[in-house]
T-cell receptor, first 107, second 116 residues
Framework: DAKTTQPNSMESNEEEPVHLPCNHS???????IHWYRQLPSQGPEYVIH???SNVNNRMASLAIAEDRKSSTLILHRATLRDAAVYYC????????FGAGTRLTVKP | GAVVSQHPSWVICKSGTSVKIECRSL??????MFWYRQFPKQSLMLMAT?????????EQGVEKDKFLINHASLTLSTLTVTSAHPEDSSFYIC????????????FGPGTRLTVL
């Protein structure tokens, strides 16, 4: 079974920030936290990853809790093209995917 | 960089035939590749871990004699669906780890298999 839990779905308005949570309470000290997203009929696309510190890149920001048992993917200004299923995984020793969060962006 | 390709992108075959799907890392080498299957409206299901030069490790419930995996080089893994049946129709996706010590995964675009 996947070692992460996420809400099944979330909605956002276009141009507004989106915070996508992920719980990974059984994370170990060496587990990286990875986020991917998948558009329909496409392979998953890498979004961001981190270990302990918060991370920023062109696509998103990743906020990691101090105890590392949860993390939040932040899309600062959602666009219609951000509508996808977002997955967080701990690939260090488990490449199984959970159900992910289906993000709907409303114009 | 870090591009993964799959071929074919889609395939339709008759029941009972075998289908080979290729997964290539185009600009990096990958000791480890992963194969997934995805049914409509569902998440990716890990089928097996493909290791260059050794036998693949299959997930529980995945028939290794039906889904043959060959990882003969550091840039190519193949998945052969043998004696395909309609229930094998699915979206097959591979991923490759560029071995940079960060457990990164780069995914292929997927192959849609339809078995008639």
């Amino acid at each position: 079974d996947a070692k992460t839990t996420q809400p099944n779905s979330m909605e956002s308005n276009e141009e507004e920030p989106v915070h996508l949570p992920c719980n990974h309470s059984t994370i170990s000290g060496t587990d990286y936290i990875h986020w991917y997203r998948q558009l329909p009929s496409q392979g998953p696309e890498y979004v961001i990853h981190g270990l302990t510190s918060n991370v920023n890149n062109r696509m998103a920001s990743l906020a990691i809790a101090e105890d590392r048992k949860s993390s939040t993917l932040i899309l600062h200004r959602a666009t219609l093209r951000d509508a996808a299923v977002y997955y967080c995984i701990l690939p260090n020793n488990d490449m199984r995917f959970g159900a992910g969060t289906r993000l709907t962006v409303k114009p | 960089g870090a591009v993964v390709s799959q071929h074919p992108s889609w395939v339709i075959c008759k029941s009972g035939t075998s289908v080979k799907i290729e997964c290539r890392s185009l600009d990096f080498q990958a000791t480890t590749m992963f194969w997934y299957r995805q049914f409509p409206k569902q998440s990716l299901m890990l089928m097996a871990t493909s290791n260059e030069g050794s036998k693949a490790t299959y997930e529980q419930g995945v028939e290794k004699d039906k889904f043959l995996i060959n990882h003969a080089s550091l840039t190519l893994s193949t998945l052969t669906v043998t004696s395909a049946h309609p229930e094998d129709s699915s979206f097959y996706i591979c991923s490759a780890d560029p071995d940079r010590g960060r457990n990164e995964q780069f995914f292929g675009p997927g192959t849609r298999l339809t078995v008639l």
